[in-house]
């Protein structure tokens, strides 16, 4: 995946526009700044394929069992229940969306349907499936390594490429890119209409959204759509009941601001270097005011404006980690994503999941995170109230060591976001989580809201805390998390 020092653009946010001139528009990136992903070159069209070599049939699902498990002494492809799908989106002239869906290992008729967003913008699903809650990991030598965590032991779980440009996702058509979160979210509205309409036994089943960094912004707005799907009757009553944000990137004025604190809390700068790094926040919060309030171009000034906080605390902080303050940059990336492309660009595995040889894998990709580039600023915690007074649950959760998405600011605006129990929820007692009768995070909660920072964790962590992630995700399906807070 790309995270260069000239790049930085990574997970969940991107910061490649900090320092590079490249336009919006620019495709790829230059070879030289990824030394370690080998995968780019300058000519790639990456998910970029001429000539329509596959018909396009608007609405059409298509869906594949597939095991990587080869051997007799295996289980059936039946058993397992893995399915990789595609959908042509039908308000689009060409997109594809790429999916895995992977049946409960539990109980596949009751347990929840699950689906989880991977943020960037333009980075895969897969690299949750594969390095975070997926039912296998993957090694250095790209070998798969069966998940004792993996979330589907206690749901149904779609993992999707999205937005389109991002994994296995593409389209012929420019115009088929999402520019803005409301196309994402109505993309996947579509795409869960269908997948109900396909596997009708799960209609009756609880639903929950959840997701990671910029899916911080994504996850609301989805909700919202869903909610507002059901409200109008639109098609099929989608059993909504709860989403989960992981490091995300919600409520970009409150958490890009919370940058220098965090950074001095943690040692990675200083007081003095802090109070300069201030400076830079009015401005900041100046430019994602008139983006909120003019939009377009003004965003993409909010945008390098912010950007250039974090900047400034790395020309400091040094080859940290932003995704993990503990540990040290790899190189000029943060973390290493080639098992999985290395993986997924095989032939046989992209035969097995029913993808065209010609699509190349790319765990973080630029197409279409650049075609958002004007929608990264807004603020999605306003979706917020009107779904908890709704009664579902919210759960935010983050782990501590994350820089870029920082606990800090995320805990601040739960605590600022108005709603009925705003607050029972500012008063509410921080109590230990706890796993295996160790702290494993602390929570605060009320009512149907939950905050839990969870300790040994950078911003992945399910990545870092599998057993950890895994406990909370169990809880807090069946409702147990918040009671360990009266
Ligand atoms: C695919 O798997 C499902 C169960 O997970 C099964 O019902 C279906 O028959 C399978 N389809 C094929 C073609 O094997
Ligand atoms: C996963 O579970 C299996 C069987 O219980 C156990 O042998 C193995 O050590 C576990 N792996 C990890 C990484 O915990
Ligand atoms: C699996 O199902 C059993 C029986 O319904 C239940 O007791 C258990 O808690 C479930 N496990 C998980 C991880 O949800």
């Known amino acids: 995946m790309g995270f260069s020092k000239t790049s930085l653009s990574l997970l969940l946010l991107s910061f490649h526009i900090l320092f590079s001139s490249s336009d919006a528009t620019s495709r790829i990136p230059h070879r030289q700044l990824f030394q370690k992903t080998p995968t780019f070159s300058p000519n790639q069209q990456v998910n970029i394929i001429h000539g329509d070599s596959v018909d396009f049939v608007p609405g059409k699902m298509v869906e594949k069992n597939f095991s990587f498990l080869g051997g007799s002494d295996k289980p059936s492809i039946e058993n397992l229940g893995h399915h990789a799908g595609y959908y042509s989106l039908p308000s689009s002239n060409s997109a594809r969306m790429f999916y895995f869906f992977f049946e409960s290992q539990n109980n596949t008729r009751d347990d929840p349907v699950v689906i989880w967003l991977t943020g960037g913008p333009g980075c895969s699903g897969e690299i949750a499936l594969f390095y975070e809650n997926g039912p296998f990991h993957i090694s250095d030598k790209s070998q798969l390594v069966p998940n004792n965590y993996s979330w589907n032991k206690a749901s149904n779980i779609i993992f999707v490429d999205q937005p389109i440009g991002t994994g296995f996702s593409y389209t012929l058509d420019d115009n088929d890119y999402s520019r803005d979160v409301t196309s994402i979210s109505n993309y996947l509205y579509d795409f869960l209409q269908e997948?109900?309409?396909?596997?009708?036994?799960?209609?009756?089943?609880?639903?929950?959204?959840?997701?990671?960094?910029?899916?911080?912004?994504?996850?609301?707005?989805?909700?919202?759509?869903?909610?507002?799907?059901?409200?109008?009757?639109?098609?099929?009553?989608?059993n909504l009941k709860g989403i989960a944000i992981g490091n995300g990137m919600t409520n970009p004025l409150i958490q890009y601001p919370s940058l220098p604190q965090y950074a001095v809390d943690m040692k990675l700068i200083t007081k003095e270097d802090q109070d300069q790094i201030n400076k830079l926040i009015p401005p900041c919060e100046d430019a994602i005011k008139s983006c909120e309030s003019e939009g377009g171009d003004s965003c993409f000034t909010a945008l390098t404006q912010c950007n250039d906080i974090m900047k400034n605390i790395l020309s400091i902080a040094g080859g940290i980690n932003y995704y993990d303050i503990r540990t040290q940059r790899d190189g000029e990336l943060c973390y290493d994503f080639t098992p999985v492309e290395t993986f997924l660009n095989d032939d046989s595995v992209k035969k097995a999941l029913g993808v065209l040889e010609d699509l190349y894998f790319l765990a973080c990709g630029r197409l279409a995170n650049n075609k958002l580039i004007r929608a990264r600023m807004n603020n999605f915690e306003d979706d917020i109230p009107a779904l908890l007074e709704d009664g579902i649950k919210v759960l935010i959760y983050a782990g501590e060591y994350d820089l870029i998405c920082n606990w800090l600011g995320i805990s601040k605006w739960v605590h600022a976001m108005e709603w009925s129990g705003q607050k029972q929820f500012a008063d509410s007692k921080t109590v230990p989580f706890l796993v295996d009768g160790a702290q494993a995070g602390s929570l605060n909660s009320y009512g149907l809201l939950s905050f839990l920072k969870v300790k040994g964790a950078g911003h992945m962590v399910p990545m870092d805390q599998p057993k950890a992630a895994f406990q909370m995700f169990v809880n807090w399906l069946d409702g147990t998390l918040n009671e360990r807070s009266v």
């Open 195 to 238: 997948f109900f309409k396909q596997h009708p036994d799960f209609v009756k089943n609880d639903f929950y959204i959840t997701g990671e960094s910029y899916a911080g912004q994504y996850i609301p707005a989805l909700a919202s759509r869903v909610r507002q799907g059901n409200k109008d009757s639109e098609g099929i009553h989608i």
